[in-house]
């Protein structure tokens, strides 16, 4: 299994799940003034974005008070997110409907895999 030491290759690992878990309630916020959802892959991001922010605030919960246990939701839920993101991203290749936002999902998708290894590292190590 792949682990890190650190995350950003210089903050300690409890720092950076108190941090992404900061950073990802942003991203969700503003994730949910650009969705429109006007479709089914609309309403199922908005779906997986509310419980992906439910999971960071879990996760900061889990940081903060040092509970291994609390930090299972996030690791959970943004292995979801990443399997709807590639999920939506290759359903609009394949009907060639392309959309403004697929290199922003495309780029949630490759930081939540980011971010889920490092809290899973952090995981590993309490």
Same mark, same amino acid.
């Given at each position: 299994? /792949?682990?890190?030491?650190?995350?950003?290759?210089?903050?300690?690992?409890?720092?950076?799940?108190?941090?992404?878990?900061?950073?990802?309630?942003? /991203?969700?916020?503003?994730?949910q003034f650009l969705l429109g959802p006007n479709s089914i892959l609309g309403?199922?991001?908005?779906?997986?974005?509310?419980?992906?922010?439910?999971? &960071?605030?879990?996760?900061?919960?889990?940081?903060?008070?040092?509970?291994?246990?609390?930090?299972?939701?996030?690791?959970?839920?943004? %292995? %979801?997110?990443?399997?709807?993101?590639?999920?939506? &991203?290759?359903?609009?290749?394949?009907?060639?409907?392309? #959309?403004?936002?697929?290199?922003?999902?495309?780029?949630?998708? %490759?930081?939540?895999?980011?971010?889920?290894?490092? %809290? #899973?590292? #952090?995981?590993?190590?309490?």
């Amino acid at each position: 299994m /792949l682990y890190t030491d650190n995350c950003c290759c210089c903050v300690q690992l409890r720092c950076g799940c108190i941090l992404i878990a900061i950073f990802e309630v942003i /991203l969700r916020g503003i994730d949910q003034f650009l969705l429109g959802p006007n479709s089914i892959l609309g309403y199922t991001e908005l779906v997986v974005s509310g419980l992906y922010l439910i999971s &960071c605030v879990v996760l900061l919960i889990g940081a903060l008070l040092g509970t291994r246990y609390l930090l299972l939701p996030y690791i959970f839920v943004a %292995v %979801v997110h990443v399997i709807v993101l590639i999920w939506e &991203c290759a359903y609009v290749m394949l009907v060639d409907d392309f #959309y403004d936002f697929i290199v922003f999902d495309i780029f949630q998708a %490759v930081l939540s895999l980011y971010f889920c290894l490092v %809290v #899973y590292s #952090y995981y590993d190590t309490i």
